[in-house]
């Protein structure tokens, strides 16, 4: 079926299950099918050359347009907050609060920046963002094949926006719900709109005012990808799920987090900065017979 199932990155608790599911979203037509899919960290890199990649709000962080003072404490937020974000042993009750409050401090210290709309061109272009090798033909073949793609992302949807674009993958079957900033009259940001969708929320409950909402329980089988244990919530939305099949990107503490994600998930990616199982999966299922 899909040889890159062997990759030595893959783990699957149950392959025969997962070849099954796969199977069976072949079996359905296309007609059916959506992917859903996170942003930071699952459709980017993790890592480059041994350095962190930046997510879609490090990106702003680091720019030009913040202080050195800003970038301290944004930085600061960061280290206090990203390890509570993964911790293995604290629940989802426990994070919650503590993932709302970073980012809302982020989202202020970020407004008190007068960072413009003009500037975010740019700060994309000069980051050191990447997307994940096969990114082109991932998002070329889901276009071909008419699958939605719809991207649920607890980062800055104005930056991952602009990523897609410069990277020329933002194809029309692309639709984006995540954090949007909002600019005052003359271009500077004053904040964030609601609702604030952050790593424990990505679910319904955010979905619901969306247009998206609506399209999403049309396709009733879904490829989910994510990299955080927050992201499996993500297709909750979809009232008569028939198949899922949910694929993880295990980036970090990845000893620690193993047999979570591979209860979790259908199949596990370890340290695979590549998107090659997924559009191994994707050429299977969307290959005409
Ligand atoms: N101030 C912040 C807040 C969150 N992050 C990271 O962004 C990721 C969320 O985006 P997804 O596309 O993955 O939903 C999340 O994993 C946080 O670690 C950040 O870098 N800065
Ligand atoms: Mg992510």
């Not at 149950?14 to 899919?37: A, F, H, M, Y």
């Amino acid at each position: 079926q899909v040889p890159e199932l062997e990759n030595a990155t893959v783990r699957m608790k149950n392959p025969e299950c997962v070849k099954e599911r796969i199977s069976s979203l072949r079996r359905e037509g296309t007609g059916k099918l959506q992917v859903i899919s996170d942003f930071d960290m699952t459709l980017t890199r993790f890592g480059f050359n041994g350095q962190r990649c930046p997510t879609s709000h490090n990106i702003i962080d680091n720019s030009r347009a913040i202080s050195e003072e800003g970038r301290k404490k944004l930085k600061a937020l960061l280290h206090h907050y990203y390890p509570i974000e993964i911790d293995p042993y604290r629940t989802v009750e426990d994070k919650l609060p503590l993932m709302v409050e970073w980012w809302t401090k982020a989202h202020s210290l970020l407004s008190q920046q007068k960072i413009l709309k003009s500037d975010i061109a740019q700060m994309v272009k000069e980051s050191e963002v990447m997307l994940r090798d096969g990114f082109n033909t991932f998002f070329d073949q889901l276009q071909q094949g008419n699958v939605p793609l719809f991207i649920f992302s607890a980062g800055v949807g104005n930056i991952l926006e602009e990523i897609i674009r410069q990277a020329q993958v933002y194809h029309p079957n692309v639709n984006v719900v995540s954090n949007y900033m909002d600019f005052d009259d003359d271009g500077v940001l004053r904040g964030f709109k609601s609702p604030l969708i952050h790593t424990y929320n990505k679910n319904n409950t955010v979905l619901e005012n969306t247009e998206y909402f609506q399209q999403l329980s049309a396709r009733t089988n879904i490829i989910l990808l994510g990299d955080s244990m927050g992201d499996l919530t993500m297709a909750d939305g979809v009232a008569n799920v028939h198949h899922i099949l949910k694929i993880g990107f295990l980036n970090d503490k990845v000893e620690e987090q193993r047999l979570k994600y591979m209860d979790a998930y259908d199949i596990v990616l370890e340290k695979d900065e590549t998107l090659d199982v997924v559009n191994g999966i994707l050429r299977y299922i969307l290959m005409e017979t």
